[in-house]
């Protein structure tokens, strides 16, 4: 018998957040550091947030005017390339278990 865990979907939505904020700091080419200045807030600030953990309505405002994006960019769902090069549907599920384990590619 296999056990099936399913993490409350407040925790969902803050992996998702945190994913699509690396995502979007990475197309940009900038650091966590970098973002961090930007946003007058701490390096680790930016690591929680990127982790699923945390962010103020305000701090999540600060980010998106740094990335210059919308903040219900940040709600979008993230993308990655696949073989082809082309985008492609990120398994979220794959990525949350390993995230809630804590642990970060």
Known sequence: MTASLRLPEERVRQLRLGQRVRQLREDRHMTGAALARACGITRQAVNQIERGI???????AKIAEALQVPVSALYEEPAVAGPSGKAAALDT??????????WTP
């Open 93 to 102: 599920n794959m990525l949350i278990v390993v995230a809630d384990a804590g």
């Open 54 to 60: 945390g962010g103020s309505d305000e701090t999540l």
